[in-house]
C-alpha cells in the first residue's frame, strides 16, 4: 500500500528521528521502569509506522466487510444494520429465581437470554445426587427435569427471543429440554434461535467440566450438528470457545491459536461423519474474551476472522461464504475483576467492552463489578447493561465498520498475533491433532506456565493491578451481595420428588433402556432417544448415568 | 540446616473446576521449598481428610470458587479433627464473600486468602503458622 | 511415646504409619529408634517397584494393580516418589490423583514421597517406607518411582519384583536400549497398548532381551547375565511382556498374576532369599559407611581436616594420602 521508496524514506526518517529528537527527550525524562509488553508477552515498540507492516495489501488483507477475508467484519452493515446481541450470562438458585432475573433483563433492554446453571447441572448430576451436596443454585441455577425447564422459561416467548445456553458435557440433554419444551408450546423448531456451548475441547484444556472421554463426546457433538443442521436450522449447535481457556491463564495469543485449533477438530469431526461442511459450518460460533489490553483484543478478533475465513475455504473447501463467517460472542474477562475496590470493575469492563464492540463482536456480555466476590445483583447487572446500551448508543463508535482498520499498531499486531497462531497450529498438527495434544498435556501446560508467569509479574509488581497491588485501600467492602432464596432448593427438591412419583416410570424405563443400547452403536444419532427421555421427564442424573455406564469417564493428565 | 520440610496437601473440594489459582499456588509453595501434594478437582472432604492423614501434612489448602464454601469447607475441617489431626493448619482461598470468612474461621479455617492475595502473603503466612504450630507441640 | 506409635503401626493404625515415615524422612536420632524397633516386623512383605519414563502411565497402573490385589484381599501399601527440584528444594506430588478410586479402601496406604537430594530415582526414606509399611502388615508395597534413568538401579536394590513399563509412541527404541533396564526389569509392562506401535514396542523388547542375551541369575549374591551355554542348575526367570490398557484396567488381571508367578518363582528358586540377603548387605553397608565416616570425621578436629584440605588443593599432598591420614586418626 505504501511504495518501496515512501517506506524507506519512512525508515530514514525515524532512525534520524530516534537519534535526535528521541535522544534529546530520554536524556531529559527516560521512559517509566515498565513492562512495555503485552499479556501475549510481545514487546510493544514505542511507536509504529507503515515501516513496520510492509508489503500491506488492503485488498489481501483487509478487503470489505461482509466479503472474504472479513478481517474488518463479516456483516456489510455490520452495527449500522444492526447492534450487537444485548445477552447477560445469568442464573442462580432455583428455576423461578432465573426466570424473573431473565425477565429483568429483557425488561431493561437485554436483547437475548444466556443461562448459567449450577455445578451439578454442568456434570450432568440431579440435585438429590450426593455429588451435588451443598452446591445447588450456586452458580447457576439447576435443572434436574424438563419440569425445571418449563418453569425457567415461563413467560418468554421462544420465537422471538433466542437462548444461549453455557452447558457442555450434557449440552444434548438440555437442548432437548428446550426443544421439548418449545414442542410442548406449539412453536416449531424451525422457528426457533439460540446456542449451546457444547466445546468438549475446551472442557479438557481449561474448564475442566468433562464426563466422557475424548471420543463419544466428540461423537455426541457431530450428534447435535446433524440433527440441527436438519431439524433446527436457527439453532448454533456449539459455541467453540476461547473464554475459558482465557480465564485459566492463557495468553491472548493461546486463546486464539488453541480456541481456532479446536474449531478445526470439529469440523474434521462433522466432515468425518460425512456431513458436508457447508452443511454444519455456518452453525458454528464462537465465543472469546474481552481482556485488558486494548488494542491486543482488538487484534485478535480481527486475526479470528481472518484466520477462520482463509482455512475453512481453503481447507475444508467450504464453498458457502457463511460458512467463512466467524460468528463471535464475547464476555469482558472475569479474571480481571478484583475483589477491592469493586467500583472500579466497572471502568475496567467499559474498557473491555469497547474492545469487543470495535473488534466486532456478534454478541457481549458484560460482567457485573460484584462478581469477583459474589453472583450479580440486580444493580451490578444493570449497570453492565447500561455499559453496552452507553457504548452502542452514545460514544458514536457503531457509526462506522471497524474503526481500527489502518491503523498502523492494530494491522501490525493483527499480522503478529496471525502469525503466532499458526506457528502454535504447526506445534499441534506435529503431535497429531489436539486430543493428542490434549493427552501430552501440552495446552494444559502453555496455560499454568503463562498463568503463573502472570502472577509472579503482579507478586513483583512489574505488572500493576490498581487497587490490588498499588494505590490499595483499607476500607471494607459495601458492595450489596446477591443471595438465593433459600426456599429455593426445598422447592426444587419437592418438584424433583413429584416428577419421579407422577410420571410414567415404566415409560422412562425403556427410554433410558433404548438410550443405552443406541449410545453403544456408534452409527446412532443420540438426539431422538434423548428427546424421548426427555419428553418422558427422565431427569438429568439418569441420562447422564446412563451414558456414563456405556462412554465410562475420563481422568484427565496430571499438569500443574 | 535440615529445617523439616512443610508438606501441603492442595486440594479442590465439590465440583468446582477452576483450577487455574490451585496451580499457581501449589507452584510457588514448591518454588519456596515445600512439598506439595496436588490432588486436584472434585475431591469429597472424606477424600480430603483420608489424605491428609496417610500423608500426614502440615498444612491444608482448600481452593474453592463455586460458592459451595459453606457446606464443604466446615466439614473438612470437622473430618480432619475426627481423624486426630488437630494441628493441621487449615487455608482456604478462591471466591468467598468477606462476609462468610468469620464463620469460617468459627469452624476450624485458620485464614481466607481472597482474590488478589499475593503468594508471598501465602508462602510466608505458612511458614510462620507452621513454625508456631511445631514450636508449640514441641513444648507440650 | 515412640513405643506407642511402633505399636500402633504394627497393628496397623494409620495415623501412626503416616507419623512414622514422616520421622523416617526427617531422619534425626528418633527415625534410628523406631526403624530398630520395627525391624524384626519386617520381612513379610512382597515389594514391587514400578519404574518408567514419566507418560508412561505408572500412576495408573499402580491404581489398578492395588485394585487387583485387593480383589484378592491383600493389603496393599503405595509408595509414589516424586522428584524434588534442585533449585528450591520443593516438590509437586501429584500421583495421588490417579489413586482416587482408592482412598476410602481401609486396606490401602497411600504415600508421596519426594527425593529430597536423593540422586537416585527414589527417596532415601523410600525403603525406610517400606520396612514401616511392611512392619504394619501390608501384603503388596508397590513403589512407584521417578523414572529418571540410571535411578533405577535403587529400585532393583529395594524392590523382588521389578516392573519397567513402557509405552508407544515416546521414542522407544532410545527407552528401550538404554543402559540399565533390561537388566533390573522381572516384567516388562506395555501400557497404553491400544496405541499405535504397541506390537512393536514389544517386539523391540523380545528382540532386545534375546540380543543382549540378558537371561538373570542370582550368582553369588550378584545379579548376572548369562551366556545361554553356560551351566547352571539354578532356574531362571524370563522378563515376561505384559500388554495393558491400565485406564481401561485392561491387562491388569494378568499381569497380576505375572506378578505372583514372580513371587512364586523367587520363593521357589530361593532367589528370594538371595535378594534378601543383597538388599540387606547393601543397606549395611550403606549405613556402616555413613557410620564410619561420622566416627573419623568426630575423631579429628575440624582445624586439621581444613588444614589437610589445603594443602591437597595446593597440591603439596594427594588425596589418596591426605585420607589416609584422616583415617589414620582412628586408630
Redesign the interface.
Known amino acids: 500500500m505504501f511504495d518501496k521508496e515512501a517506506l524507506e524514506k519512512i525508515k530514514e526518517r525515524q532512525e534520524q528521528w530516534e537519534e535526535t529528537t528521541l535522544q534529546q527527550w530520554l536524556a531529559r525524562l527516560p521512559e517509566r521502569d515498565e513492562l512495555f509488553r503485552n499479556l501475549s508477552d510481545m514487546p510493544i515498540a514505542r511507536l509504529y509506522t507503515p515501516a513496520d507492516i510492509p508489503d500491506f495489501d488492503y485488498l489481501e488483507e483487509l478487503g470489505f466487510p461482509g466479503e472474504y477475508p472479513f478481517t474488518r467484519g463479516i456483516h456489510a452493515t455490520m452495527y449500522r444494520g444492526r447492534l450487537w446481541t444485548m445477552r447477560m450470562f445469568s442464573g442462580y438458585g432455583s428455576a423461578e429465581e432465573t426466570n424473573e432475573r431473565f425477565k429483568y433483563l429483557l425488561k431493561h433492554g437485554e436483547t437475548g437470554l444466556s443461562v448459567a446453571f449450577d455445578t451439578p447441572t454442568l456434570y450432568g448430576y440431579d440435585t438429590d445426587d450426593p455429588m451435588a451436596e451443598g452446591e445447588f443454585g450456586k452458580c447457576g441455577v439447576a435443572v434436574s427435569s424438563l419440569a425445571d425447564m418449563e418453569i425457567l422459561f415461563d413467560g418468554i416467548p421462544l420465537d422471538k427471543v433466542t437462548t444461549s445456553m453455557t452447558i457442555n458435557a450434557p449440552a444434548a440433554i438440555l437442548w432437548a429440554m428446550y426443544l421439548v419444551v418449545a414442542e410442548k408450546r406449539g412453536i416449531p423448531w424451525t422457528k426457533i434461535g439460540g446456542t449451546i456451548q457444547n466445546d468438549i475441547l475446551k472442557e479438557y484444556i481449561a474448564q475442566k467440566e468433562f464426563v466422557f472421554p475424548p471420543k463419544p463426546s466428540m461423537r455426541l457433538i457431530v450428534d447435535t450438528f446433524e440433527f440441527g443442521a436438519k431439524y433446527v436450522p436457527k439453532w448454533n449447535t456449539i459455541s467453540i470457545s476461547g473464554y475459558h481457556i482465557r480465564e485459566a491463564g492463557a495468553t491472548a495469543v493461546q486463546e486464539l491459536a488453541f480456541t481456532l485449533y479446536d474449531g478445526f477438530e470439529y469440523v474434521k469431526a462433522g466432515i468425518e461423519r460425512g456431513l458436508d461442511v457447508d452443511e454444519f459450518a455456518p452453525r458454528l460460533s464462537f465465543f472469546f474474551n474481552a481482556h485488558n489490553d486494548f488494542f491486543e483484543e482488538i487484534a485478535k478478533f480481527r486475526a479470528a476472522r481472518r484466520i477462520w475465513a482463509r482455512e475453512m475455504r481453503n481447507r475444508f473447501g467450504a464453498k458457502d461464504p457463511r460458512s467463512w463467517w466467524l460468528r463471535f460472542h464475547t464476555q469482558t474477562a472475569g479474571c480481571t475483576l478484583t475483589a477491592q475496590q469493586p467500583e472500579n470493575n466497572i471502568v475496567r469492563v467499559a474498557i473491555q467492552a469497547l474492545a469487543a464492540v470495535l473488534g466486532g463482536t456478534q454478541s457481549l456480555h458484560t460482567n457485573s463489578m460484584d462478581e469477583a466476590l459474589a453472583l450479580p445483583s440486580e444493580l451490578a447487572v444493570r449497570i453492565a447493561l447500561r455499559t453496552q446500551q452507553i457504548i452502542a448508543h452514545e460514544t458514536g463508535v457503531v457509526n462506522t465498520i471497524d474503526p481500527l482498520g489502518g491503523s498502523y499498531y492494530v494491522e501490525y499486531l493483527t499480522r503478529k498475533m496471525e502469525e503466532a497462531a499458526y506457528e502454535y497450529f504447526r506445534k499441534i498438527d506435529a503431535m497429531g491433532g489436539m486430543i493428542a495434544a490434549i493427552e501430552k498435556g501440552f495446552p494444559q501446560k502453555e496455560i499454568a506456565d503463562a498463568a503463573y508467569r502472570y502472577q509472579k509479574e503482579i507478586d513483583e509488581k512489574k505488572r500493576i493491578i490498581v487497587g490490588v497491588n498499588e494505590y490499595v485501600s483499607d476500607e471494607p467492602i459495601t458492595i450489596p451481595i446477591h443471595k438465593i432464596d433459600p426456599e429455593g432448593e426445598r422447592r426444587h427438591r419437592e418438584r424433583l420428588a413429584r416428577v419421579r412419583r407422577e410420571r410414567d416410570n415404566e415409560r422412562v424405563r425403556q427410554c433410558l433402556e433404548r438410550l443405552r443400547n443406541a449410545a453403544q452403536d456408534e452409527r446412532e444419532n443420540l438426539m431422538p432417544y434423548i428427546l424421548d427421555c426427555v419428553r418422558a421427564y427422565a431427569t438429568l442424573g439418569e441420562m447422564m448415568k446412563a451414558l456414563r455406564e456405556v462412554f465410562g469417564e475420563y481422568r484427565e493428565p496430571i499438569i500443574i | 540446616m ?1 529445617e ?2 512443610i ?1 501441603v496437601l492442595i486440594a479442590k473440594p ?7 489459582g490451585a ?2 499456588v ?17 475431591q469429597t472432604p ?2 480430603i481428610a ?2 491428609a ?4 501434612v502440615d498444612v491444608v489448602g482448600l481452593s474453592i470458587l ?3 464454601h ?3 469447607l466446615p466439614k473438612t475441617v470437622q473430618l480432619l479433627r475426627e ?3 488437630d494441628h493441621v493448619l487449615v487455608v482456604a482461598g478462591g ?1 468467598i ?3 462468610d470468612v468469620p464463620k469460617l474461621k468459627e469452624a476450624g479455617i485458620a485464614e481466607v486468602f ?3 492475595t ?3 502473603t501465602i508462602v510466608e503466612y505458612i511458614r510462620n503458622k507452621v513454625a508456631e504450630i511445631r514450636r508449640s507441640r514441641k513444648n507440650a | 511415646m515412640l513405643d506407642e506409635l511402633v505399636r500402633a503401626a504394627i497393628l496397623g493404625d494409620k495415623r501412626a504409619i503416616a507419623r512414622l515415615i514422616s520421622i523416617a524422612e526427617n531422619n534425626g536420632t528418633l527415625a534410628r529408634e523406631a526403624l530398630k524397633a520395627l525391624y524384626p516386623y519386617t520381612g513379610k512383605a512382597h515389594v514391587i517397584g514400578v519404574t518408567g519414563a514419566p507418560g508412561t502411565g505408572k500412576s495408573t497402573l499402580v491404581n489398578e494393580l492395588a485394585k487387583e490385589f485387593r480383589l484378592r484381599g491383600l493389603k496393599v501399601g503405595i509408595v509414589a516418589v516424586d522428584p524434588t527440584s534442585p533449585f528450591t528444594g520443593g516438590a509437586i506430588l501429584g500421583d495421588r490423583i490417579r489413586m482416587r478410586d482408592l482412598y476410602n479402601d481401609p486396606g490401602v496406604f497411600i504415600r508421596s514421597m519426594a527425593t529430597r537430594g536423593s540422586l537416585g530415582g527414589l527417596a532415601r526414606a523410600t525403603a525406610d517406607a517400606v520396612k514401616i509399611l511392611d512392619a504394619a502388615g501390608y501384603d503388596k508395597i508397590l513403589v512407584e518411582t521417578v523414572g529418571a534413568g540410571q535411578a533405577e538401579v535403587d529400585i532393583a536394590s529395594t524392590a523382588h519384583t521389578t516392573i519397567v513399563v513402557e509405552v508407544p509412541g515416546l521414542g522407544d527404541d532410545i527407552q528401550v536400549i538404554k543402559a540399565g533396564i533390561l537388566e533390573i526389569a522381572d516384567i516388562f509392562v506395555v501400557n497404553k497398548a491400544d496405541l499405535e506401535g504397541a506390537d512393536g514396542v514389544a517386539l523391540s523388547l523380545e528382540v532386545m532381551m534375546s540380543l543382549g542375551n540378558s537371561e538373570k541369575i542370582i550368582h553369588h549374591g550378584i545379579l548376572m547375565e548369562i551366556k545361554p551355554a553356560a551351566q547352571s542348575p539354578q532356574p531362571r526367570w524370563r522378563p515376561p511382556i505384559c500388554k495393558t490398557i491400565a485406564t481401561r484396567g485392561e491387562g491388569i488381571k494378568a499381569l497380576a498374576e505375572t506378578i505372583e508367578k514372580h513371587l512364586a518363582f523367587l520363593k521357589e528358586s530361593g532367589a528370594w532369599e538371595e535378594k534378601e540377603k543383597l538388599r540387606a548387605s547393601r543397606e549395611v553397608e550403606e549405613i556402616l559407611r555413613t557410620e564410619l565416616l561420622k566416627r573419623v570425621l568426630s575423631k579429628v578436629d575440624r582445624q586439621a581436616i581444613e588444614e589437610i584440605l589445603g594443602r591437597v588443593v595446593k597440591r603439596e599432598i594427594d588425596p589418596y594420602t591426605a585420607a589416609e591420614k584422616l583415617a589414620g586418626g582412628l586408630s
Open positions: 535440615a523439616e520440610k508438606r465439590g465440583l468446582d473446576g477452576h483450577d487455574r496451580k499457581v501449589a507452584r510457588a509453595l514448591r518454588d519456596a521449598g515445600m512439598e506439595v501434594i496436588y490432588t486436584g478437582l472434585r472424606e477424600m483420608e489424605a492423614l496417610q500423608e500426614d463455586s460458592g459451595a459453606m457446606a464443604l481423624k486426630g489431626l471466591i464473600p468477606d462476609e481472597g482474590p488478589g499475593s503468594t508471598q
